[in-house]
């Protein structure tokens, strides 16, 4: 056997090379694709694998969300590829409505033009445009992280079949009565200038005020009011506090609890409406809390939803006093025109010149901010187009009962249940020109005589003419679809839907789907309803929520934070698999990320490449392949009998870790066994076996390593799926039988190693670990170097403990750094030797001439002093309220973590010295 590993790993070439051969060889296809194997899809036992990637925007780069994510469900499919199912991972992108449009505006503007100026038409020229030019980057980001796509299969949530199924899916519908147009209080974004859906409004805790008005009660006598006769409140006025005095100008009542015995003689009496002098009543409704403020709520129906509600029971006027930009409008009276927080200072303003304004209290609450712009969104009363969801989150809910729906972990089923249960009808009608138009048009013919023209024309295909009066006059709906509408089809329409197609028989319905926690209610809960609508089936059973990509303080990763960390740049300095094995690694929860944090992932894969060189090199004279590895167990040295029963283990393990989402412990299983089993005690212990040329402990040791370095390149290709190629290929062509191997990693079979487990060679070897590790604590307690040479007596009551630890002396002087090792069956304790004990085993380093007992001792304890103050300093700053509410969270994250530091360094010195008094 003859091949060759280059020095260093040159992830750039090598990752280039066989994506390019992956690909164009067609391995991320389905097998069945295959008219050879197409019989796969007539076999019901035996179902595909398959996920359909969370599409990122159109106008997306690849950011380390991306990155976790599609590492994660790289790992999946390639592992099942292996294990030999028929897989297949769908990719797309989403035509992202609000976020695209805001770019092309942004481009716009640069030119000095808006989207009015260009008109509808050619400003969608320009962004189909954009989308071209653009469209593709983060596509091509997702082939350097080695996403096993089926890119012959990629949607784009606006080409021909998606747009087809986005009007099969609204007119479906809206024949079933679940889509309707109404005018109710939504989310709007005067910014944006759209409507946003509850999910698309993301409520922040901001500092605002709670301003308290008098509203003069209304006289038969009197026109107006005195202000001097404002004196008594519940007889002359009444106090209201509200957070948004702006929108007093559109108040048609107040409202008090019918209990609440303040206020019950006033019930049915009107007010006199401040700045606007209009009458209005005050009215009783239960939905006021009497705790609030003074207890009185100002009743503004067109711009707040509770009053919405309130003003629909009462029978109240709606008066929407805002344009669409967020200025007030010609009902705001002599506020027309002012923006509304500039209208806001305003009215406070005149307020107090009427003596009117009482005061304002610093109040903290939540508001709802734009998803995309994060402009504060204005409860705003508009006309627009819903989905009734209570019918629909009731099958999901049925289903999720009935086990058809499984969250891993498990916390997220409450998150996701309880959604459902409280859920509110969706507002799908967006006011921007990029996206689904909605298919509805409306006769602009002669309404006198057809009447029946007024009611608008839902169709699967643009109409010609009005089927009413034959008008050809015909005006489409101008707004378009929420962008999750058409997403929410994304698992059955990327396979054809509507139409009955044969990926859509066989694919559908989907196995995994893997996603991040802030999407569940856009985009998870919602798929798994539509699926359930159109197809009678839930369009996956298990849904993997992994944590969130988080800077190193805390908080979330990104630009506009300026802790963001570019994954490609990460892949062009350490490669692909360090950057996916890291990230995967840290994925048990949340992912707090640093630069330094991928070094895990490019350390081990320079271990990997080592210790394939090693095995090259010492496989030179081993020729025979994969057919010699019908290994007679009994035969092999104790190492490779360890390493083998080790391998059967962590195989069955990782196995198992997989297959429950354990992604991250898996890998950890993985690295351990690769770093410290294989690298550094195998190859270790087998070491002197290669040099006994012709003998069959050689021979025998070249079999297991050449065994052993196959199954863990299969082991680590779903995680690191370059440099595991890379390496195999090198390994097969080097074989005898190489012609019987499969043409690339990426088909060959996952491991399937029985844990046939020996139980006698684990033990021993484990002796062996212990009294290397025995010495190794003493030396990193003492901060002894590791070159400097140390004598050693290991002492055990264990006959067979002895024996295996005089056999393999030389190699526990080699690893440990012992100039001498003596195995004893007792041993004296003395002042000149430091003893670490484990059952059955201790471990006596001689510090004679290596370190002085006695100022080794001093050295503790002064270090120990300075450790406590040093706690008790950083404790207290801790504990102080004020330090922690008024500094950033990144500094006092790191003086928490100064603090662990500080209490680990103060534990271990404790220890040290105890450790030396014990001698």
């Known amino acids: 056997m003859s091949s060759e590993l280059t020095p260093r790993y040159n992830s750039k070439d090598i990752e280039s090379k066989w994506y390019s051969l992956w690909e164009s060889k067609g391995y991320f296809r389905p097998k069945s694709d295959d008219p050879r194997f197409f019989a796969l899809r007539t076999q019901n036992d035996k179902r595909p694998y398959v996920i359909v990637i969370p599409p990122p925007n159109v106008t997306g780069i690849l950011h380390m969300g991306h990155a976790l994510n599609n590492s994660i469900q790289d790992i999946l499919t390639r592992w099942q590829r292996m294990k030999g199912k028929d897989a297949l991972w769908i990719p797309g992108v989403d035509h992202a409505g609000i976020a695209t449009q805001n770019v092309v505006e942004r481009k716009l503007a640069k030119e000095k033009k808006t989207r009015c100026d260009l008109g509808r038409e050619k400003f969608l020229e320009e962004v189909w ?16 992280l080695g996403a096993s796509c089926d890119w012959s299969r990629e949607r784009f949530t606006m080409d021909e079949g998606l747009s087809r199924a ?43 005020g709670l301003y308290h008005i008098k509203y003069p009660l209304a006289k038969p006598q009197l026109a107006g009011f005195e202000k001097s006769a404002l004196e008594k409140i519940g007889e002359d006025h009444i106090v209201v506090a509200t957070t948004r005095p702006e929108t007093m100008l559109g108040d048609t009542a107040v409202a008090v609890h019918p209990e609440d015995p303040r206020y019950k003689h006033l019930i049915g009496k009107k007010l006199i409406l401040p700045l606007m002098n209009r009458l209005i009543p005050i009215i009783a409704d239960p939905f006021v809390d009497p705790e609030f403020g003074t207890g009185l709520v100002k009743v503004t129906p ?52 009427q003596g009117l304004f009482v005061r304002r209290d610093s ?131 990327t396979l054809g839907w509507p139409n009955q197609t044969e990926d859509l028989k066989y694919f559908y319905p989907t196995s995994d789907l893997i996603t991040a926690p802030e999407i569940i209610f856009f985009w998870v809960a919602r798929m798994i309803m539509a699926g359930l609508e159109f197809m009678g089936e839930v369009p996956f059973s298990r849904i993997y929520i992994h944590g969130t990509v988080r800077a190193q303080s805390g908080l979330k990763m990104s630009k506009s934070l300026g802790n963001a960390i570019d994954p490609i740049e990460v892949i062009d300095e350490m490669g692909a698999d360090a950057l996916r094995f890291s990230m995967v690694m840290l994925s048990a929860q ?39 590895l019908d290994l007679d167990r009994s035969a092999l040295s104790l190492p490779c009998r360890w390493v083998l029963s080790r391998l059967g283990q962590v195989t069955q393990e990782i196995n198992g870790l997989i297959s429950n989402f354990n992604l991250s412990q898996a890998a950890t299983v993985l690295y351990h066994f690769v770093w410290n089993d294989f690298c550094d005690w195998f190859i270790e212990l ?60 990426m088909i060959s079979r996952w491991p399937d190693d029985q844990k046939i487990q020996d139980q006698k060679a684990e033990e021993a070897i484990q002796w062996l670990q212990t009294s290397v ?49 003596d ?24 510090i004679e001439g290596v370190i002085d007992p006695v100022k080794e001792k001093e050295r503790i304890e002064k270090k120990i002093v300075e450790t406590k103050i040093w706690i008790e300093s950083l404790s207290k700053k801790l504990s102080n309220e004020a330090f922690v509410r008024s500094a950033p969270e990144e500094v006092v994250q790191k003086e928490k973590e100064k603090l662990e530091a500080a209490e680990k360094v103060f534990q271990a010195q404790k220890e040290l010295l105890e450790l030396l008094s014990a001698s």
């Open 686 to 745: 087998a070491k002197p076996s290669f040099l006994q040329t012709g003998a069959v402990a050689r021979e025998n040791t070249q079999k297991v390593l050449f065994y052993l370095l196959e199954r863990i390149l299969r082991l680590l290709h779903p995680f690191m799926p370059f440099i595991s190629e890379e390496i195999w290929q090198k390994l097969k062509a080097a074989a005898q039988d190489h012609s019987a191997w499969p043409e690339t990693i």
């Open 823 to 846: 195995v004893r069956v007792s041993f004296k304790k003395s002042p000149f030797y430091i003893v670490n004990a484990f059952p059955d085993l201790e471990v006596f380093i001689l």
């Open 363 to 493: 109040h903290s609450h939540a508001v709802g901010h734009c998803y995309r712009c994060n402009t504060m969104v204005e409860p705003y009363l508009s006309e627009q187009w819903f989905v009734k969801m209570k019918p629909l989150a009731e099958k999901a809910l049925t289903a999720h009962r009935q086990g058809k729906t499984k969250f891993y972990p498990d916390r997220w089923t409450k998150v996701y249940t309880n959604w459902l249960e409280e859920i509110r009808d969706w507002c799908i009608s967006r006011q921007i020109w990029w996206g689904h138009q909605i298919p509805v048009w409306y006769c602009e013919g002669d309404k006198l005589c057809f009447p029946d023209c007024k009611k608008p024309i839902v169709s699967r295909q643009t109409p010609e003419q009005c089927p009413v009066c034959r008008s050809k006059n015909l005006r489409q709906d101008p707004d378009v679809l929420d962008t999750w509408f058409s997403s929410w089809l994304w698992p059955f329409s």
């Open 166 to 208: 986005v009007r099969e899916a609204f007119v479906t519908l809206y024949e079933r009565g679940l889509i309707y147009r109404g005018s109710y209080i939504i989310n709007w974004c005067p910014r944006c200038q759209t409507a946003l859906s509850d999910e698309e409004s993301s409520h922040k805790e901001i500092q605002g």
């Open 129 to 144: 445009k954009w989308k071209e030019e653009h469209g593709s980057t983060i596509t091509r980001q997702l082939r350097r």
């Open 302 to 353: 067109a711009h707040d939803p509770n009053d919405f509600e309130m003003g629909r029971r009462h029978n109240l006027p709606q008066i929407n006093v805002m344009n669409p930009d967020g200025t007030i409008n010609e009902k705001g009276g002599s506020y027309q025109g002012l923006d509304r927080l500039e209208a806001r200072k305003k009215v406070v303003a005149d307020l107090e010149a």
């Open 590 to 628: 949340d992912v707090y990320l640093s630069r330094e944090k991928f070094e895990v992932g490019r350390n081990f894969t320079n271990k990997i490449w080592n210790a394939a060189r090693f095995a090259f090199i010492n496989l030179e004279d081993f020729a025979q392949g994969k057919a010699a």
């Open 773 to 821: 590790a025995g010495v190794r604590d003493i030396r990193a307690r003492l901060a002894l170097s590791p070159g400097r040479p140390l004598r050693a007596v290991l002492v055990s009551p264990r006959a067979e403990i002895r024996n295996i630890l005089s056999e393999y002396k030389k190699e526990i002087q080699n690893l440990a750094r012992l100039e001498e090792a």
